[in-house]
């Protein structure tokens, strides 16, 4: 293991739950606004997840008031103060981009279940 392994080794958060895509989670983020800092709650689908070490990331999907709003978090970074799995979806894709098309009931996802 060469230097820049363990520098990224030791910068990788492993707070992070473990969640895939089709799941619906609320991303704490630190939002700052000129001196003062706040966290603003993002809770939506997970549409995307790009594996990796440092170069993680992942897509989330809500509606807000009609129109659909998608933010991508990079893993591992400091801006966000914790990810909170809500609940767990039943899907057979890896990217869920179809759900831009969808409105209304059809753009629901079965939830993970016993059967």
Known sequence: MNALDRLEQMNMRHDTPAFRTGDTVKVHIRIVEGDKERIQVFQGVVVRRRRGTMGASF?????????????????????????????????????????????????????????
């Open 59 to 115: 897509t989330v999907r809500k509606i807000s008031h009609g129109v659909g709003v998608e933010k991508t978090f990079v893993l591992h970074s400091p801006r966000y103060e914790k990810v909170e799995l809500v609940t767990e979806g039943r899907v057979r894709r890896s990217r869920l981009f179809y759900l831009r098309k969808l409105r209304g009931k059809s753009a629901r996802i079965k939830e993970k279940g016993f059967n």
